[in-house]
């Protein structure tokens, strides 16, 4: 099995900066995936995460509002530009490989 | 597009109950379906995986069924604790490992 540590696990931000979030996986995986979970909300998908080509974002969601890299086969990054308020959420991290899962702890980030 | 729904939406049941939260999704192409449970200000617990070929999984007092055919699954928790109060969410897993969750069930079991 893998293990995927995501960094940071909370952070608060002002409103108009960017935040880089980074998932690890400690073993090549195919699939990496980017979530998003909004106060009182479910988890939406924001974007596979592609290595070595641009993402794929999910409706709703832009390249320049949620820049994806995927440098390789293990890592991946989610930057959240010029924050607002509406993106104080949870961001979660996944990896598959095969027909297993593998999640993140999430990262918490609140927006002020 | 794949679209899971889950109901109720909230719930609230004496201790001791048995109680049953149901998930449905739109497209039965699925290779498994997995129950989550949210805690308030925590990340996600996974209670339950059922592959596509199994009608059901089991674990403690949990008991999860898959009808893929219909498009249903349900999460069956047996006498009911205060320690079970929490957000439970389904999952459908399609292709490529892409999950789409439901929207969520938060379950408050009173003493």
């Known amino acids: 099995s893998a293990v995927i540590s995501q960094k940071p696990s909370r952070d608060i931000c002002q409103r108009g900066t960017s935040l880089t979030i980074q998932c690890q996986v400690d073993?090549?995986?195919?699939?990496m995936f980017w979530y998003r979970q909004q106060p009182g909300q479910s988890l939406t998908l924001i974007a596979t995460?592609?290595?070595?080509?641009?993402?794929?974002?999910e409706s709703g969601f832009v390249i320049d509002k949620f820049p994806i890299s995927r440098p390789n086969l293990t890592f991946s990054t989610l930057t959240v530009s010029n924050m607002s308020p509406e993106d104080s959420s949870i961001y979660l991290c996944?990896?598959?490989?095969?027909?297993?899962?593998?999640f993140g702890e999430g990262s918490w980030l609140t927006v002020v | 597009k794949q679209e899971v729904t889950q109901i109720p939406a909230a719930l609230s049941v004496p201790e001791g109950e048995n109680l049953v939260l149901n998930c449905s999704f739109t497209d039965s192409a699925i290779y498994n379906l997995q129950w989550f449970r949210q805690d308030p200000g925590k990340g996600l617990t996974s209670l339950l995986l059922i592959q596509s070929s199994q009608r059901e999984q089991t674990s403690g007092r949990l008991n999860a069924s898959l009808d893929k055919s219909s498009g249903r699954s349900t999460l069956y928790i047996a006498a009911s604790q205060p320690g079970d109060s929490a957000t439970y969410l389904c999952a459908v897993n399609n292709a490529g490992n892409m999950l789409t969750f439901g929207g969520g069930t938060r379950l408050m079991v009173k003493p």
């Open positions: 995460a592609n290595q070595g080509s641009e993402a794929t974002y």
């Open positions: 996944t990896a598959g490989e095969g027909n297993t899962i593998y």
């Open positions: 073993s090549q995986v195919t699939m």
